[in-house]
């Protein structure tokens, strides 16, 4: 824990830490350390996702927020692997929300279920080597499309065509009722 604790603490004093010039101005203006703060903060937030009001909303943001970013700066950036690894979290916080979406009915009734879920992001997002979206990826997603991706890409080319000749039609019709409209109206 201490070794954990020290980590942390090294990263919050860090240069190119994003928040380091803010904790910098309220460790001086408080005189708490700021690795107290941010813990406190951590508490705070854990409490709120077991028993506070905007629980759902909390855990989505914090799920969404630092890696939306992360994947802008990873755009923007010259190197691929960043790519890689934010396109990896997107696939598997999509594959997660499709299932939530489905089991919603039950998840309600997990205790602290919004805590579990952020946590879980966390370990998703997490910029380490145990990064858990990789994990799950190769794990458990990958296999899957494989087995499976010449279905899958005949079911998106059949309703590519669908999706065309529904358009092909829904325009002959409207051209169709506004020549309709055109003659009466003379």
């Given amino acids: 824990m ?4 020290a980590k942390l603490d090294k990263c919050l004093h ?3 830490c994003c928040i380091a010039q803010f ?3 309220a460790e001086k203006k408080t005189n708490v350390p700021r690795l107290y703060m941010v813990l406190g903060f951590a508490a705070f ?5 077991m ?3 905007g629980a759902q909303f909390l855990s989505n943001f914090i799920g969404f927020l630092y890696p939306a970013y992360a994947s802008i700066k990873a755009i923007e950036s010259k190197e691929k692997d960043d790519d890689t690894k934010w396109l990896t979290y997107w696939v598997v916080y999509s594959t997660f929300a499709l299932v939530e979406f489905f089991s919603d009915i039950f998840l309600f009734w997990i205790p602290f279920y919004w805590l579990f879920k952020c946590l879980f992001m966390i370990y998703c997002f997490a910029p380490a ?3 858990g979206s990789v994990t799950i990826y190769h794990k458990f997603i990958r296999p899957v499309v494989l087995k499976y ?3 899958i890409d005949k079911a998106i080319d059949r ?3 669908l999706a065309k000749e529904g358009f092909n039609e829904g325009r002959k019709l409207a051209e169709e009722a506004g020549g309709e409209i055109s003659k009466k109206a003379l």
């Fill in 51 to 53: 028993v506070g009001y």
């Fill in 149 to 151: 991706e010449s279905r």
């Fill in 159 to 161: 309703a590519e065509n």
């Fill in 45 to 49: 937030i854990a409490i709120w996702l």
């Fill in 14 to 16: 860090e240069e190119n």
């Fill in 23 to 25: 904790l910098d101005k």
């Fill in 2 to 5: 201490a070794d954990w604790k």
């Fill in 129 to 131: 080597k145990w990064n």
